[in-house]
């Protein structure tokens, strides 16, 4: 392919020119000419290159009641990736309308933007964005307002939606929210915090916004993954209280948790700046430092949150187990088994991969794409790839391994990981088809 057709209207980095070279279909194109021009294009967070790689996913998910030539598919693919960018990017608008010979489908390509306006709805179907929107419309609201507008907000795209998306996989899409959003929303109401409370944990959540900017976190670590993360949480705390243990969970506790939650990885070293001679786990615990100083909290809570961040890591568990102090910490459990559930999402790990190998700054922390994968199998194809090794070597073994700590959730977890596969599938077919 020639590697001058998305990039003509910029000067490419040694690291990005040499990542071209690795281009070598449609959909590796289309993701580096995006990423590319979104880090030049101020635009509204809730049209990001991670939420268009979530979008991707319910297009791949859709495809399965799909029955187009490989054409058509491209031009939606296309369509889903560069949403709204036409109408602010000359290079995309000219793309668009002129069928660049490079992306392999015909004139019409232009028209399937009004097509995908139905995949765009469906994404929107996600509290975490409505969440992320109040939190930006509502600068000065407490904790409690912030969260009832948004599920007022979300249940108001809900109706609207219903009425121009009627088809199954939608419906019950918008179904398995709603019931999210529902257990969540439920428990907080009936958790009661104190207003103290309520005001720290918006300072907390401003904490987490201002310093997610300031790392640049991708939605995988940073303000999306917190807010998600905070979902299963409180879905969690439902289902302990509803479920057949009745497990009250007392404010303190509670508190505790969404506090840690929303906070754990901000002090992620894959995301500092390391000084001379430190090592990963002292970068850590330097960045751990600094949050505890500016955490609105009191210090026992921070003494409480400290540890569980600390000690939190997928990796460290499996490798030093939980400390003792820590043992059934019903916060702790909480904030692990939330976070771990929140890596059964394929789109996650993609975004992961994809900000490791398209960002020459951050290309060589943590980026786990080995340039013979990318040689192989391409960008995509890659990444894709590493997806699945994780699914495979990870997340499967959770709940065999007894990793999920709260037994409530050991029946969502199995959904999730049913899921994952599921989208896993959905994402090799679209592979297949558009590169055929």
């Given at each position: 392919?020639?590697?001058?057709?998305?990039?003509?209207?910029?000067?490419?980095?040694?690291?990005?020119?040499?990542?071209?070279?690795?281009?070598v279909?449609?959909l590796?194109?289309a993701?580096f000419?995006?990423?590319k021009i979104?880090?030049?294009t101020?635009i509204?967070?809730?049209?990001?290159f991670?939420?268009?790689?979530?979008?991707?996913?319910?297009v791949?998910?859709?495809m399965?009641?799909?029955?187009?030539?490989t054409?058509?598919?491209?031009?939606i693919v296309?369509?889903t990736?560069?949403?709204?960018?036409?109408m602010i990017?000359?290079?995309v608008?000219?793309l668009?309308?002129t069928?660049?010979?490079?992306?392999?489908?015909g004139p019409?390509?232009?028209?399937?933007y009004?097509?995908?306006?139905?995949?765009y709805?469906?994404?929107s179907?996600?509290?975490?964005?409505?969440?992320?929107?109040?939190?930006?419309?509502?600068?000065?609201?407490?904790?409690?307002?912030?969260?009832?507008?948004?599920?007022?907000?979300?249940e108001n795209?809900?109706?609207?939606t219903?009425?121009?998306?009627?088809?199954?996989i939608?419906?019950?899409?918008?179904?398995?929210?709603?019931?999210?959003t529902?257990?969540?929303?439920?428990h907080?109401v009936?958790?009661?915090?104190?207003?103290?409370?309520?005001?720290?944990?918006w300072a907390?959540?401003?904490?987490?916004?201002?310093?997610?900017?300031?790392k640049?976190?991708?939605?995988?670590?940073?303000?999306?993954?917190?807010?998600?993360?905070?979902?299963?949480?409180?879905?969690i705390?439902?289902?302990?209280?509803?479920?057949?243990?009745a497990?009250?969970?007392?404010?303190e506790t509670?508190f505790t948790?969404?506090?840690?939650i929303?906070?754990?990885?901000l002090?992620?070293?894959?995301?500092?700046?390391?000084?001379?001679g430190?090592?990963?786990?002292?970068?850590e615990?330097?960045?751990?430092?600094?949050?505890?100083?500016q955490?609105?909290?009191?210090?026992?809570v921070?003494?409480?949150?400290?540890?569980i961040?600390?000690?939190m890591?997928?990796?460290?568990i499996?490798?030093?187990?939980?400390?003792?102090?820590?043992q059934?910490?019903?916060?702790?459990?909480?904030?692990?088994?939330?976070?771990?559930?929140?890596?059964?999402s394929v789109?996650?790990?993609?975004?992961?991969?994809?900000?490791?190998?398209?960002?020459?700054?951050q290309?060589?922390?943590?980026?786990?794409?080995?340039?013979?994968?990318?040689?192989?199998?391409?960008?995509?194809g890659?990444v894709?790839?590493?997806?699945?090794?994780?699914?495979?070597?990870?997340?499967?073994?959770h709940?065999?391994?007894g990793?999920?700590?709260?037994?409530e959730?050991r029946s969502?977890a199995?959904?999730?990981?049913?899921?994952?596969?599921?989208?896993?599938?959905d994402f090799?077919?679209?592979?297949?088809?558009?590169?055929h």
């Amino acid at each position: 392919m020639n590697s001058t057709a998305f990039t003509e209207p910029y000067t490419l980095t040694p690291y990005e020119a040499t990542l071209a070279e690795r281009c070598v279909s449609f959909l590796d194109w289309a993701i580096f000419t995006l990423y590319k021009i979104l880090k030049t294009t101020p635009i509204d967070t809730r049209y990001s290159f991670d939420f268009r790689v979530k979008m991707l996913g319910h297009v791949a998910a859709a495809m399965r009641e799909l029955e187009l030539q490989t054409q058509e598919y491209r031009g939606i693919v296309f369509a889903t990736l560069f949403y709204r960018l036409p109408m602010i990017h000359p290079i995309v608008a000219t793309l668009f309308r002129t069928a660049h010979p490079m992306m392999g489908f015909g004139p019409g390509a232009y028209e399937h933007y009004i097509d995908i306006s139905k995949i765009y709805e469906i994404a929107s179907l996600d509290f975490v964005r409505s969440l992320i929107f109040n939190s930006q419309r509502l600068p000065d609201k407490d904790f409690a307002h912030w969260f009832h507008d948004s599920v007022c907000y979300f249940e108001n795209q809900h109706r609207l939606t219903a009425s121009s998306c009627p088809a199954d996989i939608v419906r019950q899409k918008k179904q398995k929210i709603l019931e999210m959003t529902k257990y969540a929303f439920n428990h907080f109401v009936n958790i009661k915090l104190s207003p103290e409370s309520e005001t720290a944990l918006w300072a907390t959540v401003k904490l987490v916004i201002r310093e997610v900017g300031s790392k640049h976190i991708d939605a995988s670590h940073g303000f999306y993954h917190s807010l998600e993360a905070m979902l299963y949480v409180l879905k969690i705390a439902w289902l302990m209280r509803n479920l057949h243990n009745a497990r009250i969970i007392d404010e303190e506790t509670m508190f505790t948790a969404l506090v840690a939650i929303l906070v754990h990885d901000l002090v992620d070293h894959k995301y500092a700046t390391p000084q001379p001679g430190e090592s990963a786990a002292d970068v850590e615990a330097r960045e751990t430092d600094l949050l505890m100083e500016q955490l609105p909290v009191s210090e026992p809570v921070k003494q409480r949150v400290r540890a569980i961040i600390t000690h939190m890591s997928f990796s460290k568990i499996r490798r030093e187990g939980v400390p003792t102090a820590l043992q059934g910490d019903v916060a702790f459990d909480l904030v692990v088994t939330a976070d771990l559930l929140c890596g059964y999402s394929v789109e996650r790990c993609m975004i992961y991969n994809f900000h490791k190998v398209l960002d020459d700054a951050q290309s060589s922390a943590g980026n786990y794409i080995r340039d013979d994968a990318l040689a192989e199998h391409g960008l995509f194809g890659a990444v894709l790839e590493h997806a699945k090794h994780l699914v495979d070597t990870r997340v499967a073994g959770h709940l065999p391994r007894g990793e999920i700590r709260v037994a409530e959730a050991r029946s969502l977890a199995a959904t999730l990981e049913r899921a994952a596969n599921q989208k896993l599938v959905d994402f090799r077919n679209l592979v297949i088809v558009i590169n055929h």
